[in-house]
């Protein structure tokens, strides 16, 4: 099914103004993510040196997406998406200004780190539904939805992965509090480039009476299993999760390993630089890519890239080559992503957009922890070079969900 939002009394400057602002928004809330990813750990571990409790933080940082993405969807559904973005990012900028005050003061504890961090991830939960079902209101062509999609992409990969972690780390470095102070900023600067954004398509409610919370779930979770498409995508996404996260998990193990790479961890923070620039190179060429060669195509080719470059990264010794690789397969990481959100905003009602969203993300990033575990099993009885090859044959095991694709209509 392939729906047309109702734009009515929206100009296109307006629109183009709003997308903008949200790509913006993005770039910035992204890199005080990552400013946080690579903050909370180490202020966990300069609390304790256990291990159960540094890892109480990113068990924290995963529970949002079982117990407050369903939620999440439900509410985006029903809450203008202005407001719910700019919440969200107000939200997240007090709780971790609260964590900056604790850290300035000598009292914190790795329980306030492990709340602070939930309270992010449910802000992204939020955030993001919102800002995609504003994405689909505003793009008024495929392509501009291609494109938006792609930035909005590489963005998040700019701040969350490139520019994020290495400000994160080297602002504690310099003063434990100062990369959650920065952190809170970011938050705020975002809420203030979201005022930008359209209110007529922010606050476009649904029609009709609201469900209850638990027939609202089974609503967005039904469209998605009858909706053979969608359907389709969902499964596509939770096997490339899970091939993606084979690798991811044992990487830095791989990486300083005599049996991998054997570089330094110095060596080990350029891979992760060439993996973020692959992810936002992808993001600002897929929608071209899309115009030429079709939605369908695109993800082929995403797919087969990664399933390549895992081999790749599983027969070399060279750090050069992995960097080339591992950049090479989050290009198609970021094809394929943006190729899978165009396809959800169109082929969605816009009043269900949020639940299926939500639905979606548990079928599809569900697979991630698993994956992870997986490649460590599999290291741990055939060697670091094991989980790269199974995750070549699970990438080129996805291709098998393009096949079922009818078609990938535009709108």
Known sequence: ?????????????????????????????????????????????????????????????????????????????????????????????????????????????????????????????????????????????????????????????????????????????????????????????????????PSEAATRQPQGPHQSVWSALRAGAAYLAGHAQLRALAILTAVANLSANMVMGILVLFATDRAGLGISTAGYGLLLVALAVGGIAGGAVVSRIIRRWGPRTTMVAGLAAQGLSWLVLAATSSPVAAGAALAVAFAGVSVVSVCVVSARQTHTPPELLGRVISAFRVVGNGTSPIGALLGGLIAAEWGLRAPLVAAAVVAVAALTCVWTLRSLRQR
Request: include cysteine; aromatic fraction near 6%; hydrophobic fraction near 55%.
């Open 1 to 197: 099914m392939t729906t047309e939002p109702n734009r009515a009394g929206l100009a296109q400057p307006g629109r183009r103004r709003g997308l903008r602002a949200l790509v913006a928004a993005q770039g910035v809330s992204s890199a005080g993510d990552g400013v946080f990813l690579a903050a909370a750990p180490l202020a966990a571990a300069a609390i304790t040196r256990d291990p159960a409790a540094v890892a109480a933080v990113t068990a924290a940082e995963y529970a949002p997406w079982v117990v407050i993405a369903p939620l999440a969807g439900v509410y985006v559904d029903r809450w203008p998406k202005r407001t719910t973005m700019i919440v969200a990012d107000l939200v997240r900028a007090a709780a971790v200004a609260v964590l900056a005050g604790l850290v300035a003061l000598g009292s914190v504890s790795v329980a306030a780190i492990a709340v602070c961090a939930f309270i992010m991830v449910a802000g992204v939960a939020f955030h993001s539904a919102a800002a995609e079902a504003v994405v689909a209101d505003l793009a008024t062509e495929p392509d501009e939805l291609h494109r938006t999609n792609g930035h909005l992409q590489s963005s998040y990969n700019a701040g969350r992965q490139l520019l994020g972690p290495p400000a994160g780390s080297l602002a504690f470095s310099t003063a434990p509090w100062l990369p959650f102070a920065g952190d809170a900023v970011s938050f705020a600067a975002s809420a203030v480039l979201l005022r930008a954004v």
